[in-house]
Structure formats: C-alpha cells, structure tokens
C-alpha cells in the first residue's frame, strides 16, 4: 500500500527544521554542558570562572560524602527530605486527592460538578508569586487567616513556618497540584464505558467495588502517566522557596533549593551541576520503574 504524505519529506524537514534548532540550542546543548561542567570546579569568581580545572568526580564524591552525608545543609540531607517530600505532597497528597475528588465528581450533579473543578482549578492557574504570597499571608501569626480561625475556636495559634516548615510545603504543594491530577484522572473515568458500571450497579456493587475492580484496572495508563509527571514536576519544583527559602535551618531545603544555594549564592557551578545530573538520574530511575510496572500484564501484575 502507499504511504500518504501532506508534504515531501524536503518540505517536511523544512518545517521541522526551527523547532529541532531551538530544542538543540535550549535543550540538547545545556544538557551535554551541564555534565561536562559538573567534572569541573568551574565557579563564578577568580581563576576557575575562565579557565576552571577537570577535577574527574571529585563534585560527587562530595555530594556522596558518608561523613556529611546526613548533616543538615548537605546534599544527603536533602536528597531524603525530597524522597519524603514526593512521596507525601505528589504521590499521596496529589494522586489520591485527584483520584478521590475525579470519582466523587462523577456521582454528583452537572453543577456541583463543575463548581467543584472550577475550585479547584483555580488553585492550579494562578501564578505562583501569587499563591506563595496568599499562602504567607494565611499563615502570618499575628494577622494570617488560620490562626484567626484557629483563636475563634479558642484554640492555640502556631507559628506554622517555624514550627511545622515542611508540613506546610507537603500541604501547600498538595493542595497546588491536586488539580491536574482530578483532571487526568476525571478524562480518563470518562472514557470508561457507562454499561460497565451500569452492569455493576445491577450486580449490587459498592462504590468501592467499582473503583477498584472496574475503573482503576481500565485507566492504569492514565494512573501511570500522571504518577510520572508529578513525580517529575514535584522533584524539580522551586515554589516552596517563596514560603520557608529553605529554611529553618535547612529544614525545608528540598533538591531544587539546595541545586540553587550551591550554584547561584556559593557560586560553585560545578558542584551544582553535579546535583543537577544526580536529579536527573533519579528522575529516569523513577521513569523506568513506572513504564516497567505500566507494560506489566495484569496477570503478571497480581
């Protein structure tokens, strides 16, 4: 048979050609120079700014260090407190969230439902200075919304970002990211055909009894695909900066923070690179492990 074609193949790498050109310059060549800077002790001042030395892998066996590896303010330190970060506010918090609010909108009325989405939407499209700086406001201690709440219920207020620093990044960036979960998970419920659970209504099946054996087995595609992109996104996300700057006392200084203090305020590029490249080798890890659970057969998955 044939092959159809709108264009020659000349035309068709004509058209490709700008957008192959900016992902080479803003994408493919800064990845290939950030790991070549990262076996470097290229910094932003004095001699190693023009004519920095290869130090091999010096800048991780720094990172790797087992005596510092678990102080606060170093890389270890931080590395677990991203692990546990993902793992509540993306995993638990926007997963199960989204999950639970795209099944619960799918059994109340039109309008409901879209009051519902519009809420939390909106969480999700405002800009992020903007959240951040609703979110300070709301957890000021003298004049913030919820100790106001807190002290009309006659309950003690809390300096909520001294006290408890990196709950509050785990609820922010949960409450934040929610929605495109709810989103992807809402499509793909969706496309799930209505005589399934039609059949299950018939049978006597629970709510849960749907879910769980009718809807989660037909959208594991989706399940997947969102896991990997907000284990992506929540990995490499700097917005808790605007609520604690890492702080207090390194105590909310997730993976992003830390790349930042050490490349743009100590000014040691090359060790920042090599946390850069360290990102993204988890990432991959993460990738790989859910594209492998993803091609399981169901069979081979119980």
């Known amino acids: 048979m044939k092959k159809f074609s709108l264009l020659s193949t000349r035309a068709g790498a004509l058209f490709l ?40 892998l010096q800048n991780y066996f720094a990172l790797f260090n087992p005596t510092t590896f678990f102080t606060r ?105 929610a929605a495109f979960s709810m989103m992807l998970f809402n499509s793909a419920f969706q496309s799930i055909p209505p005589s399934y659970f039609q059949a299950a209504d018939v049978a006597g099946a629970t709510s849960w009894q749907k879910l769980r054996d009718i809807a989660l087995p037909l959208i594991r595609g989706h399940v997947v695909t969102d896991l990997i992109l907000i284990t992506m996104w929540t990995f490499n996300v700097f917005t808790p900066f605007l609520l604690t700057h890492g702080g207090p006392s390194y105590r909310t200084e997730i993976l992003s923070i830390y790349t930042y203090r050490i490349a743009f305020k100590d000014f040691e590029f090359g060790k920042g690179a090599a946390v850069g490249v360290v990102i ?14 993803a091609h399981k057969k169901p069979m081979e998955a119980e």
């Open 17 to 56: 050609a700008p957008a192959t050109a900016l992902v080479g310059v803003f994408v493919i060549i800064p990845f290939f120079w950030v790991i070549f800077v990262s076996f470097t002790n290229r910094t932003l001042l004095g001699r190693t700014a023009v004519d920095p030395d290869f130090v091999g």
């Open 73 to 177: 303010g170093q890389f270890g330190f931080s590395l677990i407190l991203t692990i546990q970060f993902v793992l509540l506010s993306a995993l638990i918090g926007q997963a199960l969230l989204g999950l639970l609010l795209a099944w619960l909108s799918q059994s109340v009325t039109p309008t409901l439902k879209s009051f519902l989405q519009t809420a939390v939407i909106a969480a999700w499209i405002l800009p992020e200075v903007v959240i951040g700086f609703a979110w300070f406001a709301f957890l000021d201690y003298d004049n913030g919304t919820l100790n106001m709440i807190m002290r009309g219920l006659g309950l003690p207020p809390g300096d909520w970002l001294l006290q408890q620093p990196f709950w509050v990044i785990v609820f922010f960036n949960t409450w934040r990211g």
């Open 280 to 293: 993204m080798l988890i990432n991959l890890a993460f990738a790989l492990v859910y594209l492998r659970l």
